[in-house]
Nanobody, 125 residues
């Protein structure tokens, strides 16, 4: 059973930096994507960045050049390095794992993921 536990959120000033960590346990040898999503009040959950088992990454246009996703296999930790934070980055951030690769569903869609963490709040002021 896959478990995901986020940490590292908090309050930060605009233009500051923050690193989120997602401790991953129970991940099977075959998985398809690990990802970070975020959701602000009144808005839909949106993809932030994702990473494949081979290390291929993709970031949303809104965070390209500012956020970096990485996965440490030895520590089984997923990271999101965030820099040049803006007020619009304020949201609850969730890590997610895809172990099914559902047909016809984009890896950028929350529906693609079958495991989720509880979320960590990031507030930028």
């Amino acid at each position: 059973h896959v478990q995901l536990v986020e940490s590292g959120g908090g309050a930060v000033q605009a233009e500051g930096c923050l690193r989120l960590t997602c401790k991953v346990s129970g991940l099977p040898d075959k998985w398809y994507w690990l990802a970070w999503f975020r959701q602000a009040p009144g808005r839909m959950r949106e993809q932030v960045a994702l990473i494949s088992p081979r290390g291929a990454t993709e970031a949303a246009d809104s965070v390209k050049g500012r956020f970096t996703i990485s996965y440490d296999r030895s520590e089984t930790e997923l990271y999101l390095h965030m820099s040049s934070l803006a007020v619009d980055d304020t949201a609850t951030y969730y890590c997610a794992a895809d172990t099914r690769n559902p047909a016809g569903v984009s890896a950028r869609s929350p529906g693609n993921y079958n495991y989720w963490g509880q979320g960590t709040q990031v507030t930028v002021s």
